[in-house]
């Protein structure tokens, strides 16, 4: 049988389809299946007390449907000294501190109360995650005693910043007197 040159034989069309079709389905189900496992809670499912102030102790839980029902979560507190906080009655030393709990039957967290370094300043993030779940997290600020967030530095804290200040002006200074000295050395 005569072969013509540009045109595929006949049975070269079925694979050739076959091939494609699979191809397609593989890419429209692997996405799908991919997150079939994980599920993405509604933003805000979690929460925790808005504000606080240095020391103290605030509640953080999240809805019902967050989780899996009893399944294992691990929170994570993260700000300015955060390996002091302390989840439930736990006190850690890293950087940022994290515990576990297990979810309700209606995949709720319930109320975990953390209790904040007493030097916390600025604001700490707060998330919860699971192995099937994205979870949630919440924000704290943390506030003076008037109410105010706590922002900037205080007077033992500028004091390494004017120590260092002053050391490099004094540094710059006897750099540029050893080169007026070797330039007028170098000009005789």
């Given amino acids: 049988m005569p072969h013509i040159t540009g045109s595929p034989t006949p049975r070269l069309l079925p694979r050739a389809a076959v091939a494609v079709m699979l191809a397609l389905g593989a890419v429209i189900a692997a996405p799908a ?109 943390i506030t003076g005693a008037d109410g105010l967030p706590a922002t900037g530095l205080d007077q033992g804290q500028t004091i390494g910043l004017w120590i260092g200040g002053g050391a490099l002006l004094l540094a710059g200074a006897a750099l540029a007197v050893v080169a007026a000295v070797r330039r007028s050395r170098d000009s005789r």
Avoid: H, W
């Fill in 33 to 141: 299946a991919a997150n079939a496992s994980t599920i993405y809670p509604p933003s805000g499912s979690c929460t925790a007390t808005p504000t606080a102030q240095a020391g103290g102790t605030i509640s953080f839980q999240c809805d019902a449907e967050t989780f899996s029902p009893d399944e294992a979560i691990t929170i994570t507190v993260t700000g300015e000294n955060g390996a002091a906080a302390r989840i439930g009655m736990v006190k850690f030393a890293i950087t940022t501190a994290s515990s576990t709990a297990s979810s309700e039957a209606d995949g709720s967290l319930a109320a975990v109360d953390i209790a904040l370094p007493s030097n916390a300043t600025g604001t700490y993030n707060i998330a919860a995650v699971s192995s099937t779940s994205a979870g949630g997290t919440a924000a704290v600020t």
